[in-house]
């Protein structure tokens, strides 16, 4: 029986917590900040954590892997 594969790109992008939510960075941080409003740029710090609904099709592109 073949093994399921690990999605790479789900991989680099997702973190698994402890309590089994799904960590993300957030989009627009990586360069063209110039344009953003400070306050816009300050709420796009740090990591936010993906709805619940997406989390089992994250579960499931990553396979046993939770970084």
């Keep these: 029986m073949p093994k399921q594969k ?7 992008r997702f ?9 993300h960075r957030r989009a627009g941080t990586s360069h063209l ?13 740090g990591t ?5 609904v997406d989390t089992p ?3 499931a592109a990553l396979g046993k892997y939770s970084y």
């Design 15 to 23: 973190r698994i917590t402890a309590r089994g939510k799904v960590k």
């Design 57 to 59: 099709k994250i579960l």
């Design 48 to 52: 936010g954590v993906l709805a619940s």
């Design 6 to 12: 690990t999605h790479k790109g789900a991989k680099k």
């Design 33 to 45: 900040q110039v344009r953003l409003s400070s306050k816009r740029k300050r709420n796009l710090r």
